[in-house]
Structures are given as structure tokens and as C-alpha cells.
């Protein structure tokens, strides 16, 4: 079974930087396309705000993260990350990374993809909390 360990997360300033970790497990993390999605307190939905593609050629990024935030991945090390600059008060979230089995992840896909959607995630990692103070 496909284990997800994110890590990183902590209390920043505004404007300060973080770095999450995607540790995995379970499955040639080589197949799997990595996402960051990312739950504000009291809603139910999670944002998706970023992917890598299997190969780490592709990426996708929600707007309000586009030039703040880059996912990267080594596969060597089955780990896969999220550099966040620029921190923002509402920036603060618990951060979770997923991944999905279904092979469905192409560049083309990728590059014209407008919406990361939370119910096509197959496995779960325990969230990390980033707070951002003003």
C-alpha cells in the first residue's frame, strides 16, 4: 500500500519561507505524480495547489501559489517537496500531499489543467500544519 508522510510545516512570518517534505512509500514513487492540497480550519474542502508529474517534467500551480510556491521531486530519494516564498497570512493551512494510481497524469494533461480536484486523489499522507503569522 502507497504511504505518504509530509512534513516541514511551522510557524512563520509573513513574507518568510518554508519548505514541506513528501516522504513515500509502498509503490515505485517513479510512477506516481505527486500533489499538495492544503485545508483551512472549519472547511471541509481541500485545495489542490500543486503537481509534479511522475517524471518531475510537469508542474501545475493553483493561482494564488503561481510565483511563490514550486514543487520539485527526487525520485532517487522517493521524496518529493513544496518550496513556499512569499508566505501570506492566508497562506495558513494543514498541508497534506496525495497521489493518484491512474496513469492520467500527461504533460499535455498537466499543462492545460485549470482545477486539481481533491476526490481524484487515491492515498493520503497526514497533514502538516503552516501557520502564517501577519
Known amino acids: 500500500e502507497v504511504q505518504l508522510q509530509a512534513s516541514g510545516g511551522g510557524l512563520v512570518q509573513a513574507g518568510g519561507s518554508l519548505r514541506l517534505s513528501c516522504a513515500v512509500s509502498?509503490?515505485?514513487?517513479?510512477?506516481?505524480?505527486i500533489a499538495w492540497f492544503r485545508q483551512v480550519p472549519g472547511k471541509d474542502e481541500r485545495v489542490g495547489i500543486s503537481l509534479i508529474s511522475s517524471s518531475g517534467s510537469s508542474t501545475y500551480y493553483e493561482d494564488s501559489v503561481k510565483g511563490r510556491f514550486t514543487i520539485s521531486r527526487d525520485n532517487a530519494k522517493n521524496t518529493a517537496w513544496l518550496q513556499m516564498n512569499s508566505l501570506k497570512p492566508e497562506d495558513t493551512a494543514v498541508y497534506y500531499c496525495?497521489?493518484?494510481?491512474?496513469?492520467?497524469?500527461?504533460?499535455?494533461?498537466?499543462?492545460?489543467?485549470?482545477?486539481?480536484?481533491?476526490?481524484?486523489?487515491?492515498?493520503w499522507g497526514k497533514g502538516t500544519q503552516v501557520t502564517v503569522s501577519s
Open positions: 496525495a497521489t493518484d494510481l491512474a496513469p492520467l497524469y500527461s504533460p499535455r494533461r498537466i499543462a492545460n489543467m485549470k482545477f486539481l480536484d481533491q476526490y481524484s486523489m487515491d492515498y
Open positions: 509502498g509503490f515505485p514513487f517513479s510512477d506516481l505524480p
